[in-house]
């Protein structure tokens, strides 16, 4: 007994200096962690931009491709549990307009800038700059932001809005389990893309002609949190970066719903660009074939086809699916639904959205990727594969659509 007695005094000892330990160091980061501006991704006209951003205190959750699952785990802690910076003051800059804005409780901000001079630039990107006017601290440099706007030049023939979980980024979303062991355990470079997705988003962007610029928009429920992580997986797997519109989640045991946000916000897409005809990619999964349903039925003859990638192998949802489509063809639009990328791809070179010759690159980009070789994985992934799903394309040939 004094044995045990001895070991468990030794252990609690121990323990006692880890937490003395882990709160000083805590300390120390509440009060050195610098503050920094974060200013997402945008996207605007010649005579408008929308400019969103968050201000907080920078917890340097980067990842490295030998990072650990423990690794992984620590910076994934960092990333959900942001310290925002509320009701801070900054000041934000584009195109020679400039505006005072205050952060929300949670440290957002958000804008709309009219340039100072139309901007009639053939480019995709355009910078808009913040600076933190309060809080400040009184030891540290200026805190200022830099972030991107993407402006649709006029070689444009249509835009792609898309999802992401499970559209263009293996995530498991109908399994809570799945999820939440590759939101926790995996980084940018052992998260898996769907095979044949980098190189389908880059033929949409170049269009038939492939110098179309065509705009690429992610509408996704993933927070905010993880906007930096999508980002890098993006560039690494070098799929098109645009504009992200994510959610803010504040991790209570009720997961936001999809359709007000995702609604909401390609409704503010496809209100800004009347004239641009629109191609809505997403899942089986959760709700985008309804929402997407009622995008087109809210916007009819703007949507050019609907592709949903079937992730659920249920054929009741698969059927349910299917009988949306009617409404879809109504409305002038068409739906696939099918669990390959060659699907969407082989119907958008038949509608000459993009070029028949790129569909060589993406079925040998994604033959590459299902068995391991060429571009990805990035690194050693352990993200298990999503389960294959039944075939099914719903479109308006199909009998009985």
């Given at each position: ?122 480019t995709l990107w355009h910078t808009a700059e913040a600076e933190l006017i309060e809080p400040r601290r009184s030891d540290s440099e200026a805190v200022l932001g830099n972030g991107e706007i993407l402006v649709p030049p006029p070689s444009a023939k249509f835009a792609v809005i898309s999802d992401i979980d499970d559209t263009v980024l293996q995530t498991g979303a109908t399994d809570l389990v799945r999820m939440a062991r590759a939101t926790l355990f995996e980084n940018a470079r052992t998260r898996l893309p769907f095979p044949g997705v980098s190189a389908f988003y880059r033929a949409l962007q170049d269009g038939a002609d492939g110098a179309a610029l065509n705009p690429i928009f992610y509408v996704s ?181």
């Amino acid at each position: 007994m004094t044995k045990w007695r001895s070991v468990l005094g030794n252990i609690a000892t121990d323990l006692q200096s880890r937490v003395a330990t882990a709160r000083r160091e805590a300390d120390e980061v509440l009060v050195r962690d610098p503050l920094q501006i974060v200013i997402y991704r945008g996207y605007g006209t010649a005579e408008r931009a929308f400019i969103t951003g968050r201000v907080l205190e920078d917890e340097g959750a980067r990842s490295t491709a030998s990072d650990s699952r423990w690794r992984n785990l620590i910076n994934a802690l960092k990333r959900l549990e942001s310290d925002e910076v509320p009701h801070a003051r900054l000041s934000v800059r584009y195109a020679g307009a400039q505006q005072d804005v205050v952060s929300d409780e949670e440290g957002y901000f958000s804008a709309w800038l009219v340039p100072a001079v139309a901007n009639t630039s053939t480019t995709l990107w355009h910078t808009a700059e913040a600076e933190l006017i309060e809080p400040r601290r009184s030891d540290s440099e200026a805190v200022l932001g830099n972030g991107e706007i993407l402006v649709p030049p006029p070689s444009a023939k249509f835009a792609v809005i898309s999802d992401i979980d499970d559209t263009v980024l293996q995530t498991g979303a109908t399994d809570l389990v799945r999820m939440a062991r590759a939101t926790l355990f995996e980084n940018a470079r052992t998260r898996l893309p769907f095979p044949g997705v980098s190189a389908f988003y880059r033929a949409l962007q170049d269009g038939a002609d492939g110098a179309a610029l065509n705009p690429i928009f992610y509408v996704s429920s993933s927070p905010w949190n993880l906007y930096h992580l999508l980002t890098e997986f993006m560039q690494l797997q070098e799929i098109p970066l645009g504009p992200l519109m994510l959610r803010d989640w504040d991790f209570a045991l009720q997961r936001p719903k999809h359709g007000p946000h995702k609604l909401g916000a390609i409704s503010q897409i496809m209100d800004l660009y009347p004239d641009l005809p629109v191609i809505l990619i997403g899942d089986s999964g959760q709700e985008d074939p309804e929402i997407y349903s009622e995008i087109i039925a809210r916007y009819p003859k703007r949507i050019l086809a609907a592709y949903i990638r079937n992730v659920t192998p249920d054929p009741g949802r698969s059927a349910a699916i299917r009988s949306l489509a009617e409404e879809v063809v109504r409305a002038g639009s068409t739906l696939i639904l099918a669990d390959d990328t060659m699907a969407a791809a082989r119907h958008a070179a038949e509608n000459g959205w993009i070029a028949s010759g790129s569909l060589a690159g993406i079925s040998s980009e994604k033959s590459k990727e299902e068995i391991g070789k060429a571009g990805t994985p990035i690194g050693e992934a352990s993200t298990t594969p999503a389960p294959v799903a039944p075939t099914v394309v719903v479109d308006g040939t199909s009998p009985g659509a």
